[in-house]
């Protein structure tokens, strides 16, 4: 018998969401805004809903490893904190990287989709994995 809560999901919506972050945040992809910032050193750029949660995520995994694990390459910069603002513009967020800087968020990025997927389908029991 079909599980009557996992027939009422509405599928569809997980590659939809997959194709929404990969579009924000990948950096293959020269209009998401991970490839904006990269080509926009020094310069606030609009972001959308995914880039700021895991940066955040990003910069608490590059404290707990002491700058093991960091998304952000390039040149030392005097005040690494610095290295990427963000701040809320006529109720907007907006990033800022600094010049010399990189962002590459590949597998925190994955996490962040396969976590967002499993979250909207929980009750479903849906397992995700992102190649």
């Known amino acids: ?23 924000e945040l990948s950096r293959f992809r020269p209009d998401s805004d ?11 750029v609009p972001i959308g809903t995914h880039l700021r949660p895991v940066m955040l995520a990003a910069a608490r995994a590059t404290r707990v490893t002491a700058g093991s694990f960091d998304v952000i390459s390039g040149p ?15 109720g907007r967020w907006e990033a800022n990287l600094a010049p010399g800087q990189r962002i590459d968020l ?5 996490g962040y989709t396969a976590d967002l997927i499993r979250d909207q389908f929980r009750a479903a029991g849906v397992l995700v994995t992102i190649g």
């Open 1 to 23: 018998m079909a599980d009557p809560v996992a027939s009422e999901v509405d599928l569809a919506a997980a590659p939809r969401l997959l194709h929404e972050v990969e579009a």
């Open 34 to 44: 991970v490839s904006m910032l990269n080509n926009s050193p020094g310069c606030w």
């Open 76 to 90: 030392a910069v005097e005040d690494p904190p610095l290295r990427l603002r963000l701040r809320q513009h006529s």
């Open 106 to 110: 590949g597998g925190i990025a994955k």
